[in-house]
């Protein structure tokens, strides 16, 4: 592949919103080829789960995945979620592939090992298979990633989405350069939350100062664990921003970096 | 391709068990590649769907799909399912990728026109997407359709896994040589239901008879119509039988022909 390859992860911020959803798949679909989409679920797994009494069940703000929680997160996320997505990308004239990391065996996990909490059906990435994804993309599709993987014996898992997008990019990063742009509900990583001002550049050293001022923190912290990851693992570019990313060239969003 | 492709459909009566599905899809997986498999709903999506509130509405027989409907139909086909099979066939060394019509534009169908009866987001099969099916199956795939297509607008429709199959079945013919399987309830089409006696050979003759004396009548009728739908657009054989029809070689069965 000669041009570089583009990994996006958009959150429930866009998933929630019919309106917000619509003009980022038209932004997504303008992107050119090769592109890769990974979504996570947003509150419908949440509403679906209510109305058929499946209880959410949360240790220290981390889901527990039982085994109906289980069904509803396929339900949603590899069902109704991707497919809505994977048609609306469709009539955009974008030739999407929706998948799980069951699907052609593109990405297995493991169960999370159980520790002082059983987190249940969640699984932690193992694998995964570039080659086949690098197929795909040679054959002009572009795969939408649903946060759903498997353990390659028969059980389907229950994975973080932005964990699915760095490791994707870390994997394909060995055969083609990919740049990771996670979409999340603020446009950047904050200075502070009062002013609401991006941060344009955020090296390593930076991040750990700002972990110790409590100024980053919370669900934050995975996420720019995540980025990091990528970086180190020969990601080109990762970048954070809002809603808008990829269609308003005027919009700031933070661009995480190694080094200053 | 050098060997004949297989298409086999299952129906409810393998869904709705976990034990007869475990063991149709050991069998199916041990059956040589390329091949695809084509599923329906079952009882799931019903049980889904009271859970929800869903109401099924059906006129003759025959489904009528609104808007919640379809939301659920999705889910449960497209997203557990279809995700349940595919993790169960990877954990047999087949190499399965889940798709609806929408995935790759692999099935675009139109919305059923409204005359005296408004089925809803029911989809009829206008195009399949033959050439990308081929690149699937030669980079060693099984695809594994859920009864989900779309009309290329963005519009996910519900369609009959039966006519997938057979869609599927004649726009193949047109590329390599194909047999399509049917799996369902009973053994084969039965001389009558009182002696459980299976037509060996079914010609087309045959057929409009059996119809007149109402020996073949109901949901028979479009399964059979699209058998020979698929014989009459080059399909090389058709066959309807049993659960063990795959497994077990001295299970009688019914070949449909067109001619004596």
Redesign the interface.
Known sequence: MTKRLKIVKIGGNIINSETALNRFLKDFSALENPKILVHGGGRKATE?SK???VNSLMHNGRRITDASSL?VT???????I???I???L??MQS??????G????LIQSRKRPVKEVDFGFVGDVEQVNAQ?IL?LLE?G?VPVFSA?T?D?????LNTNADTIAAELAVALAEKTAVELIYIFEKDGVLKNVQQNEVIEQLDWETYQSLKQQKVILDGMIPKLDNCFYALQNGVKKVVIGGEKLLSDSGQKYTQVVLDE
């Open positions: 679906v109305t058929l009494g069904e396929v339900m949603v996320y590899a069902g109704l991707n497919k809505k994977v048609a609306a469709q009539a030739n999407a592939l929706g998948v799980s069951a699907d052609a065996n086949m197929k054959a599709l759903i498997h390659g014996k028969g059980q389907l």
